[in-house]
């Protein structure tokens, strides 16, 4: 199993479902970065981010990427996909947009491995819905914590 994962989500729409997918702690994640911590690294511009991406993920058993909403059209996320795939690194995707994120949840986002050129890399849904049909956060969160660390062995590589 992939005990050590490296995190690609949309920073600013999705960091606190992340959080909680951190806090599940059957994975090994990069750090999350505050908001300030982010800002220092993305003043060096696009060779200090790339360097701060490829740093994190060096010794990353594979690559989560964390689908909310806006996750597919990241140009950072797409970077991170390419990059694992290059690397020969497993990859896979798990929707996040059924956790909530300050008392609400989202809407299915698009997928980011067509928008970023690669078929065939699985994505996990533990989305779960109530009697009405809507989203269960908590439900949703239960079903990812039960099943993140299988899925985590998932990943495809590229051949």
Do not use: C
């Amino acid at each position: 199993m992939a005990k050590t994962v490296f995190y690609s989500f949309h920073y600013t729409h999705d960091v606190h479902r992340v959080q909680l997918v951190k806090n599940i702690n059957a994975l090994e994640g990069q750090p999350i970065l505050n908001s300030q911590d982010w800002e220092k690294v993305s003043r060096g511009g696009t060779a200090a981010i790339q360097k701060w991406i490829d740093e994190q993920m060096a010794y990353k058993k594979a690559v989560l990427v964390l689908i909310g909403k806006e996750t597919a059209t990241r140009p950072w996320v797409k970077y991170e996909i390419q990059k694992a795939w290059a690397d020969k690194r497993p990859l896979l995707g798990i929707r996040i947009h059924g956790l909530s994120s300050m008392g609400t949840v989202d809407s299915v986002g698009g997928n980011p491995f067509t928008n970023a050129g690669i078929t065939g890399v699985p994505i996990f849904d533990p989305t779960t819905l109530d009697r009405q049909g809507k989203i269960d956060s908590q439900g949703t969160y239960n079903n990812l914590s039960d099943k993140i660390e299988t899925w985590s062995s998932q990943g495809v590589i590229r051949s």
